[in-house]
C-alpha cells in the first residue's frame, strides 16, 4: 500500500497569500509608476519655474544699470545772444561730438559752465568767410557791449570789459579777474593770420 503526502492546510494558505501578495503587486505597479513619473515632472516643473524668475529679476538688474548711464546730449544745452552783432548762436555739452569749431561754437574742455559762481565759460568759433565762422563779426564788439547766455532755463548777462590778442600756438593764455564769473570768446583775429583775439566779458 503506497503512502501520498498531500499539501497541508497551513501550505496552502501560504501559497494563497504569496499569490495574492504577487497579483497585487502587479496590479498595482502601474499605478505607482504613474505616480513616480508625476512627481518627477512635478519637480521638473518647479525647478524650472524657479530658473525662469530668477532669469527675470538679472534682466531688471541689467535694465536698472544701463539707466544709470550717463547721456551726452546730442542736441544744444543753451544760446549765446549777441545782440548788437545779431549772434544768436546755440552750444552742445563740451562732451558732445559735434561740440567742434567745424560744425558748432565749441565749448572748450577747460570751460566752466555757466551757473558756476566765478567760473569761466569759454566759447571759441571760427571767423572769416565762410558759412561755419559764427565769431567773424566779434571784431565790432566795444568795451561795454552786452552777451548773453541762456543754459537750463536760466539767462546771464555779460559785459565785455576787454580784448587782447595773442599768437597762434595752439594755446591760448586767458587773463580775467578770478574773482568774477566771466565768458570768453575766442577766434581768429580779423585780417591777421598769425594772431587769436581773445574777448573778456564779465557776469552783469
Same mark, same amino acid.
Given at each position: 500500500m503506497?503512502? $501520498?503526502?498531500?499539501?497541508?492546510p497551513?501550505? &496552502?494558505?501560504?501559497?494563497?497569500?504569496?499569490?495574492? !501578495?504577487?497579483?497585487?503587486? !502587479?496590479?498595482?505597479?502601474?499605478?505607482?509608476?504613474a505616480?513616480r &513619473?508625476?512627481?518627477?515632472?512635478?519637480?521638473?516643473? $518647479?525647478?524650472?519655474?524657479? *530658473?525662469?524668475?530668477?532669469?527675470?529679476?538679472?534682466?531688471m538688474?541689467?535694465?536698472?544699470?544701463?539707466t544709470? &548711464?550717463?547721456?551726452?546730449p546730442?542736441s544744444?544745452?543753451?544760446?549765446?545772444?549777441?545782440? $548788437?552783432l545779431?549772434?544768436?548762436?546755440?552750444?552742445?555739452?563740451k562732451r558732445a561730438?559735434?561740440?567742434?569749431?567745424?560744425?558748432?561754437?565749441?565749448?572748450? *574742455?577747460?570751460?566752466?559752465?555757466?551757473?558756476? /559762481? *566765478?567760473?569761466n565759460?569759454?566759447l571759441?568759433?571760427?571767423s572769416?568767410?565762410?558759412?561755419?565762422?559764427?565769431?567773424? /563779426?566779434l571784431?565790432?564788439?566795444?568795451?561795454?557791449?552786452?552777451?548773453?547766455?541762456?543754459? *537750463?532755463?536760466?539767462?546771464?548777462?555779460?559785459?565785455?570789459?576787454? /580784448?587782447y590778442?595773442?599768437?597762434?600756438?595752439?594755446?591760448?593764455?586767458?587773463?580775467r579777474?578770478?574773482? $568774477?564769473t566771466?565768458?570768453?570768446l575766442?577766434?581768429?583775429?580779423?585780417?591777421?593770420n598769425?594772431?587769436?583775439?581773445?574777448?573778456i566779458?564779465?557776469?552783469?
Amino acid at each position: 500500500m503506497n503512502n $501520498k503526502k498531500g499539501i497541508s492546510p497551513s501550505g &496552502v494558505a501560504l501559497i494563497a497569500a504569496l499569490l495574492l !501578495l504577487s497579483g497585487g503587486f !502587479l496590479l498595482s505597479y502601474p499605478y505607482l509608476s504613474a505616480k513616480r &513619473v508625476y512627481a518627477f515632472d512635478y519637480m521638473n516643473e $518647479k525647478f524650472f519655474e524657479t *530658473k525662469t524668475v530668477v532669469l527675470e529679476e538679472e534682466n531688471m538688474l541689467d535694465v536698472k544699470e544701463e539707466t544709470t &548711464v550717463d547721456v551726452i546730449p546730442t542736441s544744444y544745452i543753451g544760446m549765446l545772444q549777441i545782440p $548788437k552783432l545779431g549772434i544768436q548762436r546755440g552750444f552742445l555739452d563740451k562732451r558732445a561730438s559735434g561740440n567742434n569749431v567745424d560744425e558748432n561754437i565749441t565749448v572748450l *574742455k577747460e570751460s566752466d559752465y555757466p551757473d558756476v /559762481s *566765478k567760473g569761466n565759460f569759454i566759447l571759441a568759433g571760427h571767423s572769416g568767410p565762410t558759412a561755419i565762422s559764427f565769431f567773424d /563779426s566779434l571784431y565790432q564788439l566795444e568795451v561795454g557791449d552786452i552777451a548773453t547766455v541762456t543754459y *537750463k532755463d536760466k539767462t546771464y548777462t555779460y559785459k565785455l570789459a576787454y /580784448s587782447y590778442k595773442v599768437l597762434k600756438t595752439g594755446t591760448v593764455q586767458i587773463n580775467r579777474d578770478r574773482d $568774477k564769473t566771466t565768458l570768453t570768446l575766442i577766434t581768429c583775429t580779423n585780417h591777421d593770420n598769425t594772431t587769436q583775439t581773445v574777448y573778456i566779458l564779465e557776469r552783469v
